[in-house]
């Protein structure tokens, strides 16, 4: 059985960092390509980042390009998203989400994560 | 970037009825080298993370009930619920993951009336 489990969020002040932790199991991680995807309060889902299975390709949304950084831990088969420079408009619940083929790019989401919420507020 | 625009917003159906979501999206999400649409649907039930319905416009996912279907090509979509029943309420999102940033439509929140 695929688990996915986010940690890491937390309130933070504007213009801080923040590393998110998604801890997989029941699936390999260095196999499969992941992505992260956010939700505002009360809105709706806007993706973040993509990573290949083999790391090889990973793509950013405009508004987090050149703050945020995907990244994985193979031997602790663990995602991560670094984020810097934190804005008012980051506050949200933030979901690792895992490809259903893990070898494709341009693929759907079919297991998510339970989610952490981001709060960047002064 | 592909917006994708849903409609409605909300819709309000009696048990039993049938719910219907449109989707549009700016580009075609056609590809044409493998004929296939790369567009999905998901469901969001207060509290939880989405689930997957639909992938490819209109394959349907494992344990889906068959009241789901998708369907459309190209930039117009379609997700049916033939016969909407209590557990149905939830919030709807369209997908393309075309081509990067992937993006989702608004939201379609269903009730019941």
């Known amino acids: 059985q695929v688990y996915l489990v986010e940690s890491g969020g937390g309130v933070v002040q504007p213009g801080t960092s923040l590393r998110l932790s998604c801890a997989a199991s029941g699936f390999t991680l260095s196999n499969c390509g992941m992505n992260w995807v956010r939700q505002a309060p009360g809105k709706g889902l806007e993706w973040v980042a993509v990573m290949s299975h083999d790391g090889s390709r990973v793509d950013y949304v405009d508004s987090v390009k050149g703050r945020f950084t995907i990244s994985k831990e193979n031997s602790k088969n663990t995602l991560y998203l670094q984020m810097n420079s934190l804005r008012q408009e980051d506050t949200a619940v933030y979901y690792c989400?895992?490809?259903?083929?893990?070898?494709?790019?341009?693929?759907?989401?079919?297991?998510w994560g339970q989610g952490t919420l981001v709060t960047v507020s002064s | 970037d592909v917006v994708m625009t849903q409609s409605p917003d909300s819709l309000a159906v009696s048990l039993g009825e049938r719910a219907t979501i449109n989707c549009k999206s700016s580009?075609?999400?056609?590809?044409?080298?493998?004929?296939?649409?790369?567009f999905g649907w998901y469901q969001q039930k207060p509290g939880q993370p989405p689930k997957l319905l639909i992938s490819?416009?209109?394959t349907r996912e494992s344990g889906v009930p068959d009241r789901f279907s998708g369907s459309g090509s190209g930039t117009d979509f379609t997700l049916t619920i033939s016969s909407l029943q209590a557990e149905d309420v939830a919030v709807y999102y369209c997908q393309q993951y075309l081509s990067t940033p992937w993006t989702f439509g608004q939201g379609t929140k269903v009730e019941i009336k």
């Open positions: 580009q075609s999400v056609l590809y044409s080298s493998n004929n296939r649409d790369y």
């Open positions: 490819s416009a209109s």
């Open positions: 989400a895992k490809m259903k083929y893990c070898h494709g790019f341009s693929e759907p989401v079919d297991f």
